[in-house]
């Protein structure tokens, strides 16, 4: 019981600083009222939803189709420190979606360029602002080196089933 209140206090903490933090107006007042401000349109016209926005596309970012063991085992000791107080390996909520199936909801380009830069795909991507509504928390960028978000991406894969 009492890991779970320090999470939920986490939780309050981390969406308490989003707010406090940034001077982004849109985090006042997305839960309440659903609209996007009008520079969000605006933005979103260029916004690629399959490969989201960042610097991984489908030619620099080289996925095998078969997993790397070792790459696996090392993203899953960066999420137990980075990720885990927010994130289920299940398909369970905890401050952000459960991770089950996350690798055929979004493509490997998608889920590199949100987690090494959560910020502007946040502000972009309609699923990312309808997830948001749910949790009401912005995730916070946590400072992944490529290299880690490349591991943390196989042990997704790894999770979701591929061998
Ligand atoms: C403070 C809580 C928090 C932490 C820590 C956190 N996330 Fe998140 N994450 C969220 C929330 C909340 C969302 C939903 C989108 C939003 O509201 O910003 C999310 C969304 C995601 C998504 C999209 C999921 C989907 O189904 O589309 C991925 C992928 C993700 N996070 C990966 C990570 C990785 C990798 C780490 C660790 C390096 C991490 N997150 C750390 C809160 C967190």
Known sequence: M????????????AFLLSCGGGGDKSSNNEASSGEAPKSMVADASSYDPKRGEGKFDA???KIEATLNAEMAASGEKIQGTKCASCHKTTEEKLVGPGWKGVTTRRTPQWIMNFITNPDPMIDKDPEVQAQLEICLVRM???????DDARHILEFMRKNDGLK
């Open 59 to 61: 030619d620099n970012l």
């Open 140 to 146: 916070p960028n946590q400072s992944l080196t490529d």
């Open 2 to 13: 009492k890991k779970i209140f320090a999470m939920g206090l986490f939780a309050c903490m």
